[in-house]
Every structure is written in structure tokens, then in C-alpha cells.
């Protein structure tokens, strides 16, 4: 595995190394310890997968109490996965890193904890694998608005996005709790 720092230095774009024959291949996607050497030694609890159809649009989401770093995955179609800095002592508070992950790149974001994180279906349908560092907390989960003007994140739409009630009711940036 080879990281690369995006334009948020913590946020790591992840190439798998693969091995191909006329069978198929094999990838590793996570092994503890090969991150290392960029800070990264994540205990990983939960595990979840998405089906979105085209033109979706899931976030940006977060658990104030019990953050959850993420290790983002697209196994079929793409996105443009989208993370956002919640951390108000770091120098790149309210800024944030767009990345778009398709299954044919084998690539994957690490969106350590700290972070709001949301992505928009820009394929057909598409299917995302996340390793998570925490449970999911429901009376943790937090929303923020994935079309705030104070973000203004440059989500490549096609049309209009559908979202769930959640996010259309997402929380201003402004109001937002944030991380220490």
C-alpha cells in the first residue's frame, strides 16, 4: 500500500497494489502498520456498505463524541467522496478535500477521525466499502449541511441530488459542534 497526502495533509489517498492474471486479481485493501510512516494505526470495529443509485448525495455526517476515522472504498461505480475538517485547532479548520474514487482505480480515502465526511454517485449505480474505527453512535450522529455556502464544496452535480430527510435538514456550518 502507498499513501499520498491530499490538500488536507491527514487525509491519505490510498493505492493498493495489484496483482492480475488472466483469472482475475487479488489486492490487498488493509493491512495494520502500512500506513504507519504517515501516522495512520487505525483499530478498525465496524465495517459498513452502501448501494446508491446514480446522482445520490449521502452527508456530510460525523459523531461529535465518539469520532470515527474512516478508510473509504468504492468496489463498484464511482463517487467523488468528499471530507471536511471539523477540528478547530487545526490550520485547515473548514476546509475541505474532494476525491474522486471509482472500483476500476483500486484506490481508497483514509478520513481520520475529526472529520465530516459525505459523498455524491457520479456513475450508474455504485457500491462503497468503509472501514470504521468507531461504532456507529446514534445519539452521536451529527449532520451538516452538504450545500453550505461557508463550505462551498464543489460537488460535481448532475441535476439535482437525492438526498434523505436527514441531510436536506442538515445543521449550517455555523451552528455545527466541532472538535476540539
Not at 39 to 63: E, I
Not at 89 to 94: A, D, I, L
Not at 115 to 123: A, E, I, N, Q, R
Request: aromatic share 12%; hydrophobic share 40%; charged share 25%.
Amino acid at each position: 500500500m502507498k499513501a499520498v497526502p491530499t490538500i488536507i495533509p491527514d487525509v491519505l489517498l490510498v493505492k493498493s497494489e495489484v496483482f492480475g492474471d488472466e483469472r482475475g486479481f487479488f489486492m490487498e485493501t488493509w493491512r495494520r502498520g502500512a500506513l504507519a510512516g504517515h501516522g495512520v494505526d487505525a483499530d478498525f470495529v465496524q465495517d459498513n456498505f452502501s448501494h446508491s443509485v446514480t446522482g445520490t448525495l449521502r452527508g456530510l455526517h460525523y459523531q461529535l463524541r465518539k469520532p470515527q476515522g474512516k478508510l473509504v472504498r468504492v468496489t463498484r461505480g464511482e463517487i467523488f467522496d468528499v471530507a471536511v475538517d471539523l477540528r478547530r485547532s487545526s490550520q485547515n479548520f473548514g476546509q475541505w478535500v474532494g476525491q474522486r474514487l471509482s472500483a476500476d482505480e483500486n484506490m481508497a480515502l483514509w478520513i481520520p477521525p475529526g472529520f465530516c465526511h459525505g459523498f455524491y454517485v457520479t456513475s450508474g449505480p455504485a457500491d462503497v466499502h468503509y472501514k470504521c474505527t468507531e461504532s456507529y453512535a446514534p445519539e452521536d450522529d451529527r449532520c451538516i449541511l452538504w450545500n453550505d455556502g461557508a463550505l462551498a464544496i464543489d460537488w460535481p452535480l448532475s441535476g439535482t441530488p437525492l438526498l434523505s430527510e436527514k441531510d436536506r435538514q442538515g445543521t449550517p456550518f455555523a451552528d455545527a459542534e466541532y472538535f476540539a
